[in-house]
């Protein structure tokens, strides 16, 4: 079992596969030149089941796939099905544009896949274009499809920005309660690989926009979750949306400039570059690369170990900090 300085006990792995991406999203990497590399670049999958092999053997329980873009890497079915071998009660999930899912849907699940998260920032072609540099919304629309009719289970993503998408928060709402989804908003986390000028919405003035429409309360805490969750009653979307759900909807808010954000913290992350990042805004990190390489199961857990000892108590997200962190490498 791996538990940190404080108590909390890391079970979960967030896992980088590659810093290359088909979008150049304003809050993460737009400047970023589109050939930054190509898969001979990233470190190998077969590498990295070293360290998972490693992760699962010490008590790790969830594992997210991460990019990037996961799935520009040709072989990451083969790579999640060899996973499930490994362990074929992980929980193992994965993040993505959606851009190429349509067509990989059915083969991630069949590999084991139990769950996607996926980015949808708006639901309209130009504010995609405008917030990703790509024409992209109608291949997400499919992936997201793809991946419902296959089973997987969905969490949509927005991260709402200063007039650029946040009159599309209900939007978004709405089309993720029509599709039975949970949707989660993410609040905009200050880098400097971000387009300058670039503001994000804070929890309070996401939840004044839906509250426009729909009365909320307050659901829960995710125990072992980034997320605070918020229901909207199941009477009020029959009423106003003209939905029938057997249940309160619930949606999420992952707020890290909260206190409260970091308090069960459950992941460190293992970023494109072979390194144990132990918290997302802090700068220190683990160098694992060669271990993976050779396979060196040894190396592999103390390194593991030192990245543990190391977390930090909480992150140091404000309005006057910027985190260094580019995320297209440790995957958000």
């Not at 300085?5 to 596969?17: A, E, L």
């Not at 426009?212 to 106003?240: D, M, N, R, V, W």
Request: charged share 30%; with cysteine.
């Amino acid at each position: 079992m791996l538990v940190d300085s404080f108590g909390r006990t890391i079970d979960y792995m967030r896992i980088s596969v590659t810093e290359r991406c088909n979008f150049r999203c304003a809050y993460c990497m737009p400047n970023t030149p589109m050939d930054i590399g190509d898969e001979s670049q990233d470190v190998p999958l077969d590498s990295v089941l070293n360290f998972i092999k490693v992760a699962i053997s010490e008590g790790v329980k969830k594992i997210r796939i991460t990019g990037g873009e996961p799935l520009l890497r040709s072989k990451i079915v083969e790579f999640i099905a060899n996973i499930c071998k490994i362990a074929p009660e992980i929980d193992i999930a994965l993040t993505t544009n959606a851009f190429l899912l349509a067509p990989l849907a059915q083969n991630l699940k069949d590999a084991g896949l139990k769950r996607i998260n996926i980015s949808l920032d708006s639901l309209r072609r130009d504010n995609i274009k405008c917030i990703s540099k790509r024409d992209g919304l109608d291949k997400i629309l499919l992936g997201i499809q793809a991946a419902h009719k296959v089973g997987l289970k969905i969490k949509l993503n927005m991260v709402p920005l200063r007039g650029i998408n946040e009159y599309e928060i209900v939007e978004i709402l709405e089309y993720a309660i029509r599709l039975d989804v949970m949707v989660r908003y993410i609040e905009f986390m200050e880098n400097t690989y971000a387009k300058s000028g670039i503001v994000g919405l804070k929890l309070p003035e996401i939840l004044e926009h839906i509250r426009k429409k729909y009365p909320i309360s307050l659901f829960e805490k995710e125990i072992f979750g980034p997320a605070t969750l918020f229901k909207i009653p199941k009477q009020s979307l029959k009423e106003k949306l003209d939905c029938i759900l057997e249940r309160d909807y619930v949606f999420g808010v992952i707020a890290p400039h909260n206190d409260d954000f970091c308090k069960t913290c459950n992941r460190i992350r293992l970023s494109s570059e072979g390194k144990l990042i132990p918290c997302l805004y802090h700068e220190n990190a683990i160098d694992i690369k060669e271990a993976m390489l050779q396979g060196n199961t040894q190396e592999i857990l103390e390194r593991l170990k030192l990245c543990i000892q190391t977390k930090p108590e909480k992150n140091d997200w404000n309005e006057d900090s910027i985190s260094k962190r580019a995320f297209y490498q440790t995957g958000g």
